[in-house]
């Protein structure tokens, strides 16, 4: 019981320290959500590249793979485990095999309520 | 009113510090929902001892959802008013983007409209983080012959 309180505790910490930085870039800098999003991503497959994912991951949990430099790193990680099965087409095909539940589900979901939410707010 | 007046009043009701209100916001926020991550992770790979991976799936799959239908409700954006990068950061962001562009678009026809604007975020995003990951393909395909 003890591991998954401090387990949840520190997936909080580390969530929470991730998110830090992006309110300081959208307070100080006006920079669009979009382009934190496109950073983070690009964030996340660097530190995965460069190994520092990992300790991260290690350290955090769900507080490293929840961001969206979870996404990122899972980029990568699909990219390095396809290049090391299928070679050079793994470079091509990695990607997309590791995101492509998560991209599906919001984009199947945002097509769903487009439809259905498209009345609702004709009503009002 | 005579300007000194004026300037108190200004700091009276201005919040002291916005960036850093915004800022605990988003630690909390951020931190909330990567710790509901790792509940529902605990829930698939302890308790119904599902592999590591797929229960990874499982936390963004549920999270995506869960986004998916507070923006469909309406409900996302007045967290994510007051939340700011706690709710972009993590997986919701991306989520609560891809639903609400689609949702906002929907007048403009459903090709064109939805199937176009869909991609209005997400879309930079998947771009970059493929290219991103296809460099780095690259790179370790290279490292594999040195």
């Given at each position: 019981m003890n591991d998954i309180i401090s387990s949840v505790l520190l997936a909080f910490i580390g969530?929470?320290?991730?998110?830090?930085?992006?309110?300081?870039?959208i307070d100080l800098t006006r920079l669009t959500p979009a382009k934190i999003l496109v950073l983070y991503v690009c964030l996340g497959v660097l530190l995965y590249g460069t190994g520092i994912y990992d300790y991260i991951f290690e350290?955090?949990?769900?507080?490293a793979s929840v961001?969206?430099?979870g996404f990122g790193a899972n980029i990568g990680k699909g990219v390095k485990e396809a290049v090391e099965n299928e070679g050079f087409l793994g470079i091509l095909s990695g990607g997309l095999t590791a995101a492509s539940a998560g991209i599906s589900l919001s984009l199947l979901l945002g097509l769903l309520f487009s439809v259905i939410f498209k009345t609702r707010q004709k009503r009002m | 009113m005579d300007i000194s007046l004026k300037k108190e009043l200004i700091k009276k009701y201005s919040p002291k510090s916005p960036v850093l209100k915004d800022v605990i916001f988003?630690?909390?926020v951020g931190g909330f929902i990567?710790?509901?991550g790792e509940i529902i992770f605990y829930f698939f790979n302890s308790l119904l001892s599902v592999s590591?991976?797929?229960?990874?799936?499982?936390v963004t799959l549920i999270l995506i959802f869960i986004a998916a239908v507070l923006t469909g409700f309406g409900i996302f954006d007045n967290i994510a008013k007051y939340a700011g990068?706690?709710?972009l950061v993590p997986v919701t962001g991306f989520s609560n983007a891809v639903v609400s562009e689609a949702m906002d678009s929907s007048s403009e026809g459903l090709?064109?409209?939805v199937g176009a604007k869909i991609f209005n975020i997400a879309g930079p995003v998947i771009l970059f983080g493929l290219c991103s990951g296809i460099l780095y393909g690259i790179i370790y395909y290279i490292s594999l012959f040195i």
């Open positions: 969530g929470g320290i991730i998110c830090i930085p992006a309110q300081l870039l350290l955090f949990g769900r507080g961001p969206l430099i | 988003a630690f909390f990567c710790s509901l590591e991976d797929t229960s990874s799936i499982a990068a706690g709710t090709i064109l409209g």
